[in-house]
């Protein structure tokens, strides 16, 4: 039923910018983007209410990420800029009637879309 596409996944050098999208369809909800890089446990990255009236980041991307959603569009963006090499990660998009940073508060999740960010 409910459906969720990432895309915009790339190699891209440090300071570039990068701009991920989630195509979502079976309803609206509050999204996350969540990453996961090769042995390390998936990390929460930002999260935008249903409405797109709150957001919240992890710090480690404070000032550089900015979570973005077009209901009209069904889509939910992640604008990464100023990108670093530890921002390599598959990067998921998740869906919650809730509003949080935990992944257990997710019930639908993407398939998820590489950055790789290399010099």
């Known amino acids: 039923q409910v459906q969720l596409v990432e895309s915009g996944g790339g190699l891209v050098q440090p300071g570039d910018s990068l701009r991920l999208s989630c195509v979502a369809s079976?309803?609206?909800?509050?999204m996350g983007w969540f990453r996961q890089a090769p042995g390390n446990e998936r990390e929460f990255v930002a999260a935008i209410m249903w409405n797109g009236n709150k957001q919240y980041y992890t710090e480690a991307v404070k000032g550089r990420f900015t979570i973005s959603r077009d209901n009209a569009q069904n889509t939910v963006y992640l604008q990464m800029n100023s990108v670093k090499p530890e921002d390599t990660a598959v990067y998921f998009c998740?869906?919650?009637?809730?509003?949080?940073?935990?992944?257990?508060?997710?019930?639908?999740w993407g398939q998820g879309t590489q950055v790789t960010v290399s010099s």
């Open positions: 998740a869906a919650s009637t809730r509003f949080g940073y935990a992944a257990e508060i997710y019930d639908y």
């Open positions: 079976g309803g609206i909800f509050s």
